[in-house]
């Protein structure tokens, strides 16, 4: 079709006047939702979803209507042009209507006299525009239709996108997650069948497709929250899927591709998400008693993961993370305030406390790049070394979560670019003649990742209290351990760390474990930052055992704060001692606690300036050949035992949280009986 031909189609000018009038149309559509949805404010989340999607309707279909309302006079009433090339109707009048509105024009020439009557004004402004505006409309039509492809394009990607996560998610969950699945799906009322599958794709969940749903959940995710807070997801997502949301997003998609030009109509199909969501929302807390709480801190943890990953989901999409995150909060919690008033005070703090950790994750999200640079240009150096490789196993699912808190802690390494050394305790993963292969599989994941391993010992036992050379025979077995476990995978070790830092009862003791790690060229770790990190890790991972997700959170807490306390401990030590910041060396254990705080801590060790080393290069520094001869049954830091050679008094060192401590003891206790 040539340009003249495109520009005088009949097809064409119907469009471009459906295009004016539909500006106005929305708008007032707009202006009116605006109005019913403040009237509403106090109602229920599912007649207000109701409104804004008839909203969405009518803003659709008086575009229609007047389309081919326009196009049937068209065809009635042909057009010719006067001498000024103003279009005007061959019939003495021409009747249209455009939504409830009845538009006349009359043959009368311009600048005749008219009435003061609306029908006299409509028929003046139409003229007006026949002449004035008419000759632009095919252009306007060219535009809508390149924005339409361009959208139409970038819709049909996002479709393919989520076709991809579909298609590549197979069913690979748990038979537990089965049997939990099929629950839900009968608490939520789903009555068509919906898969539920695990993928390494997404880091969000989200429902897909409309005729054969899938649930799809990031593999990791089972991982990082609890299941407590899975479940209530994985309902809210179902929910989606009974209410056929997914349904409704498709035609917002298609309504925002051909309105795209409309601020209003966005603003509609925004409102639409929004009112979904707090829907959805109610429907869950409706569903599951007293998950207000639980279900709040779920989202919560869910948009924190998010905004770490940095993933957007396609708008095609109902994610359990869509909406306005805060307000959802706010709304949840709200409705347990309403159930018991006597709570107010508790949802107040809670809702203050989840806010802050929103806007932390936020802060932490969009700052990263920041973040980095000072990384880049920190003057501090911080090495860390974890004892032991593989985890504890702690928990009542040994040693599964320690493969999931292996897996967890060696993703958060590589993403801070942390070349951390894991110490090998032989005594976990092999007998000493043949190898464990559940517990050897995590500590090989260890070197498949491309970290270090360095040597402990067989068995965890002090140098104190062990004679010599049964130490070293322990040494010796556990080194076989490793080069069998490393083989020609990674690196032979070069590393030794004393258990419990405890370096003998004399000064002969040590001088011959010296001498023997020398012999095999491995060089033992001197660590400055020493720390009760593995009491708080404990005390932790017992309240995961009890599923006590408030002591949770409050211990996590109190180690972030302890950690902080420590820093500056030993910070002041260097500079006390040497006038400087010199490199650090600190001690860990791969714990659960220390793979969930990852993100907080190492924001606090890249505000204070550190850069990650290697242990190799920490150590290098003049300051680790200050001269040292403590001997006891203690394991301290070796700034502690710099300090105690040059007979200077040692500062006081951050107490334990008491909570915590607590919790140690009470272990001992029952280890007693």
Same mark, same amino acid.
């Given at each position: 079709?040539?340009?003249?031909?495109?520009?005088?189609?009949?097809?064409?000018?119907?469009?471009?006047?459906?295009?004016?009038?539909?500006?106005?149309?929305? +708008?007032?559509?707009?202006?009116?939702? /605006?109005?019913?949805?403040?009237?509403? !404010? =106090?109602?229920? @989340?599912?007649?207000?979803?109701?409104?804004?999607?008839?909203?969405?309707?009518?803003?659709?279909?008086?575009?229609?209507?007047?389309?081919?309302?326009?196009?049937?006079?068209?065809?009635?009433? @042909?057009?010719?042009?006067?001498?000024?090339?103003?279009?005007?109707?061959?019939?003495?009048?021409?009747?249209?209507?455009?939504?409830?509105?009845?538009?006349?024009?009359?043959?009368?020439?311009?600048?005749?006299?008219?009435?003061?009557?609306?029908?006299?004004?409509?028929?003046?402004?139409?003229?007006?525009?026949?002449?004035?505006?008419?000759?632009?409309?095919?252009?306007?039509?060219?535009?809508?239709?390149?924005?339409?492809?361009?959208?139409?394009?970038?819709?049909?990607?996002? /479709?393919?996108?989520?076709?991809?996560?579909?298609?590549?998610?197979?069913?690979?969950?748990?038979?537990?997650?089965?049997?939990?699945?099929?629950?839900?799906?009968?608490?939520?009322?789903?009555?068509?069948?919906?898969?539920?599958?695990?993928?390494?794709?997404?880091?969000?969940?989200?429902?897909?497709?409309?005729?054969?749903?899938?649930?799809?959940?990031?593999?990791?995710?089972?991982?990082?929250?609890?299941?407590?807070?899975?479940?209530?997801?994985?309902?809210?997502?179902?929910?989606?899927?009974?209410?056929?949301? @997914?349904?409704?997003?498709?035609?917002?998609?298609?309504?925002?591709?051909?309105?795209?030009?409309?601020?209003?109509?966005?603003?509609?199909?925004?409102?639409? *998400?929004?009112?979904?969501?707090?829907?959805?929302?109610?429907?869950?807390?409706?569903?599951?008693?007293?998950?207000?709480?639980?279900?709040?801190?779920?989202?919560?943890?869910?948009?924190?993961?998010?905004?770490?990953?940095?993933?957007?989901?396609?708008?095609?999409?109902?994610?359990?993370?869509?909406?306005?995150?805060?307000?959802?909060?706010?709304?949840?919690?709200?409705?347990?305030?309403?159930?018991?008033?006597?709570?107010?005070?508790?949802?107040?703090?809670?809702?203050?406390?989840?806010?802050?950790?929103?806007?932390?994750?936020?802060?932490?999200?969009?700052?990263?790049?920041?973040?980095?640079?000072?990384? !880049?240009?920190?003057?501090?150096?911080?090495?860390?070394? /974890?004892?032991?490789?593989?985890?504890?196993?702690?928990?009542?699912?040994?040693?599964?979560?320690?493969?999931?808190?292996?897996?967890?802690?060696?993703?958060?390494?590589?993403?801070?670019?942390?070349?951390?050394?894991?110490?090998?305790?032989?005594?976990?993963?092999?007998?000493?003649?043949?190898?464990?292969?559940?517990?050897?599989?995590?500590?090989?994941?260890?070197?498949?990742?491309?970290?270090?391993?360095?040597?402990?010992?067989?068995?965890?036992? +002090?140098?104190?209290?062990?004679?010599?050379?049964?130490?070293?025979?322990?040494?010796?077995?556990?080194?076989?351990?490793?080069?069998?476990?490393?083989?020609?995978?990674?690196?032979?070790?070069?590393?030794?760390?004393?258990?419990?830092?405890?370096?003998?009862?004399?000064?002969? =003791?040590?001088?011959?474990?010296?001498?023997?790690?020398?012999? *095999?060229?491995?060089?033992?770790?001197?660590?400055?930052?020493?720390?009760?990190?593995?009491?708080?890790? %404990?005390?932790?991972?017992?309240?995961?055992?009890?599923?006590?997700?408030?002591?949770?959170?409050?211990?996590?807490?109190?180690?972030?704060?302890?950690?902080?306390?420590?820093?500056?401990?030993?910070?002041?030590?260097?500079?006390?001692?040497?006038?400087?910041?010199?490199?650090?060396?600190?001690?860990?254990?791969?714990?659960?606690?220390?793979?969930?705080?990852?993100?907080?801590?190492?924001?606090?060790?890249?505000? *204070?300036?550190?850069?990650?080393?290697?242990?190799?290069?920490?150590?290098? =520094?003049?300051? %680790?050949?200050?001269?040292?001869?403590?001997?006891?049954?203690?394991?301290?830091?070796?700034?502690?035992?710099?300090?105690?050679?040059?007979?200077?008094?040692?500062?006081?060192?951050?107490?334990?949280?008491?909570?915590? !401590?607590?919790?140690?003891?009470?272990?001992?206790?029952?280890?007693?009986?």
């Amino acid at each position: 079709m040539s340009f003249d031909a495109f520009t005088e189609s009949e097809v064409v000018a119907a469009l471009g006047w459906t295009l004016l009038h539909s500006l106005w149309q929305i +708008g007032i559509v707009t202006a009116g939702l /605006f109005i019913a949805l403040a009237a509403l !404010r =106090d109602h229920a @989340p599912n007649l207000r979803y109701l409104v804004t999607v008839v909203a969405l309707g009518i803003s659709v279909i008086l575009p229609v209507f007047t389309f081919v309302q326009i196009s049937s006079d068209s065809a009635l009433n @042909p057009v010719t042009t006067d001498r000024n090339g103003a279009s005007v109707a061959v019939a003495s009048r021409e009747h249209y209507k455009v939504s409830d509105v009845v538009l006349t024009e009359r043959t009368e020439p311009v600048g005749a006299t008219y009435g003061n009557t609306a029908a006299d004004a409509l028929s003046y402004l139409r003229g007006w525009l026949n002449r004035n505006v008419s000759g632009l409309l095919p252009l306007a039509v060219l535009i809508w239709l390149s924005g339409v492809a361009i959208l139409s394009i970038r819709l049909a990607g996002g /479709f393919a996108q989520l076709q991809r996560y579909k298609s590549h998610s197979p069913d690979n969950l748990e038979e537990s997650w089965n049997h939990t699945f099929a629950r839900l799906c009968g608490l939520a009322a789903v009555r068509h069948k919906v898969r539920l599958v695990a993928s390494d794709l997404i880091s969000t969940p989200v429902a897909i497709g409309i005729f054969k749903p899938v649930i799809v959940i990031p593999a990791t995710l089972f991982l990082q929250i609890s299941p407590r807070e899975l479940e209530l997801i994985i309902a809210h997502e179902l929910i989606h899927i009974r209410r056929l949301d @997914p349904i409704v997003n498709v035609a917002q998609c298609v309504c925002e591709t051909l309105f795209f030009y409309h601020p209003g109509l966005w603003w509609i199909s925004a409102r639409i *998400r929004s009112e979904r969501e707090f829907a959805t929302d109610a429907a869950v807390t409706s569903i599951f008693e007293d998950s207000h709480t639980a279900y709040a801190r779920a989202l919560a943890n869910l948009e924190e993961i998010r905004l770490r990953a940095n993933e957007e989901m396609p708008r095609y999409a109902t994610a359990a993370n869509g909406g306005n995150f805060m307000q959802r909060i706010q709304k949840i919690l709200k409705i347990k305030t309403e159930v018991s008033r006597t709570s107010s005070a508790w949802t107040a703090c809670l809702a203050l406390l989840l806010t802050s950790a929103f806007l932390l994750a936020l802060f932490s999200a969009t700052s990263s790049d920041a973040v980095n640079a000072q990384q !880049r240009s920190g003057s501090r150096k911080l090495a860390i070394g /974890f004892v032991s490789i593989p985890p504890v196993d702690r928990t009542e699912n040994a040693p599964k979560d320690a493969d999931a808190t292996a897996r967890l802690l060696i993703q958060k390494l590589k993403e801070y670019k942390v070349p951390a050394t894991g110490f090998l305790q032989g005594g976990m993963v092999s007998d000493g003649e043949k190898l464990y292969p559940v517990r050897a599989n995590i500590a090989r994941m260890w070197i498949d990742a491309g970290f270090e391993v360095g040597l402990g010992g067989f068995k965890h036992i +002090g140098l104190y209290h062990t004679p010599v050379d049964d130490y070293i025979t322990n040494i010796e077995k556990n080194e076989k351990v490793a080069k069998r476990l490393i083989g020609d995978m990674g690196l032979p070790p070069r590393y030794f760390s004393y258990p419990f830092l405890n370096t003998g009862k004399t000064v002969a =003791d040590r001088s011959k474990v010296e001498a023997w790690l020398a012999s *095999r060229r491995y060089t033992s770790v001197k660590y400055t930052i020493d720390n009760q990190e593995w009491m708080y890790s %404990y005390a932790y991972d017992m309240a995961r055992n009890d599923n006590d997700l408030n002591t949770m959170m409050e211990i996590r807490d109190a180690y972030l704060e302890y950690m902080s306390k420590m820093f500056d401990h030993y910070e002041a030590y260097s500079h006390e001692m040497f006038g400087r910041d010199i490199p650090q060396t600190m001690v860990l254990t791969p714990s659960r606690l220390i793979t969930d705080t990852a993100d907080e801590f190492f924001a606090m060790t890249a505000k *204070r300036g550190y850069t990650f080393v290697s242990i190799d290069e920490a150590q290098s =520094d003049v300051a %680790y050949k200050t001269r040292e001869d403590f001997m006891g049954d203690a394991g301290i830091s070796w700034f502690e035992r710099w300090t105690m050679a040059k007979g200077q008094k040692l500062r006081h060192e951050p107490d334990v949280d008491p909570l915590v !401590r607590r919790a140690w003891n009470e272990r001992k206790t029952t280890a007693k009986k």
